[in-house]
């Protein structure tokens, strides 16, 4: 049983803001007078760290803590430390509770540990094209391309090439790629063989020192494996087969006008991936699907870098003849 006291008695002989015992009867045996005389001591804060003090009844309170304590009377200090959060992300304090948060360009769990965010874009089969933001569209044509590159820089690039099939010669598929960075050429060709600035080299291959490298070329098996430590690039290639994983996080590899090329920008939009040199654009869906298209091959014929290498054929020359072909067939 709680016995309803006087709060204006209870005022009289406790300070607002401080705390003493007892503040609430529940022995109905005890009278006020006798409650009030058995405070001994000198009288405490109620609410500790600047907390406000809040009369919430006739014989009771609650703290008002500042935003970086909690605690019924305030009396723990949140504070961010070395190891508050895991690796790459940081630590707030906000409303009474303590927030980990993933760098930019970094996503996991915060409380434990936070990786680089990476988008991936893969060429696969006859040929199939994804882009980093998801697009999905066919390219047949069999001169060599830029698949990626910075849109105002010759400083990285990859450059894939396509072959047709020989048993069908309106289908091509990818017969080889070139990393270009750092001032060289790494190159795979359809047999897998490493070719460093013009020199067949084996694998496992450090460039410029195993101690130290910036390039790293493996292949267990049939999987070749380029990491690019210095862009921070992961390229995965066998026959038929490329992808590239690259980091959100530096901006040189996210955003508007920052890549260009066959894999789109990379900016978490679908709909602009597919867009000529001179900045025009083909109006991707909305479900980012587009398969084959002409005016989607001809924007993409734009990346071409050599037109006359080996007899190759322009994207949009190869499907128009594959057009023709098709429809003379119905022709009487």
Request: include cysteine; proline fraction near 7%.
């Amino acid at each position: 049983m709680i016995v309803a006291v006087d709060e204006a008695a209870i005022s009289n002989a406790i300070l607002p803001g401080t705390k003493t015992t007892p503040l609430i009867i529940t022995d109905p045996s005890v009278t006020l007078p006798t409650a009030i005389a058995s405070i001994k001591g000198p009288q405490e804060p109620a609410c500790k760290n600047n907390g406000t003090f809040v009369i919430t009844g006739p014989n009771s309170f609650i703290c008002k803590c500042p935003e970086n304590t909690f605690g019924a009377d305030c009396s723990v200090i949140l504070t961010c430390e070395v190891g508050s959060c895991g690796s790459n992300a940081s630590c707030t304090i906000f409303n009474n509770k303590k927030f980990c948060t993933c760098l930019p360009g970094y996503t996991g769990n915060p409380d434990v540990a936070c990786n680089i965010r990476t988008k991936t874009a893969c060429v696969s089969g006859d040929p199939h094209y994804t882009t980093f933001d998801g697009a999905v569209f066919d390219y047949m044509g069999t001169c060599p391309y830029y698949l990626m590159k910075p849109c105002h820089s010759d400083s990285f690039s990859v450059i894939a090439t396509n072959a047709l099939l020989p048993n069908n010669p309106s289908v091509s598929t990818l017969k080889e790629f070139t990393l270009k960075t750092q001032g060289h050429e790494f190159k795979v060709d359809f047999n897998l063989q490493l070719i460093v600035d013009g020199i067949n080299t084996n694998y496992p291959y450090y460039w410029p020192s195993k101690v130290n490298p910036k390039i790293i070329a493996t292949k267990p098996a049939n999987i070749v494996y380029i990491h690019d430590n210095f862009a921070g690039t992961v390229f995965t290639y066998y026959q038929h087969f490329l992808c590239a994983e690259i980091p959100v996080f530096p901006s040189s590899f996210f955003g508007n006008d920052t890549m260009c090329g066959l894999w789109g920008n990379g900016n978490d939009i679908c709909t602009d991936d597919i867009q000529a040199q001179n900045g025009v654009n083909f109006s991707v869906p909305s479900s980012c699907i587009v398969h084959t298209n002409l005016s989607a091959t001809y924007l993409m014929d734009t990346w071409v870098t050599n037109n006359v290498v080996d007899s190759c054929t322009p994207g949009g020359s190869l499907l128009t003849n594959t057009i023709c072909v098709s429809l003379s067939k119905f022709s009487p």
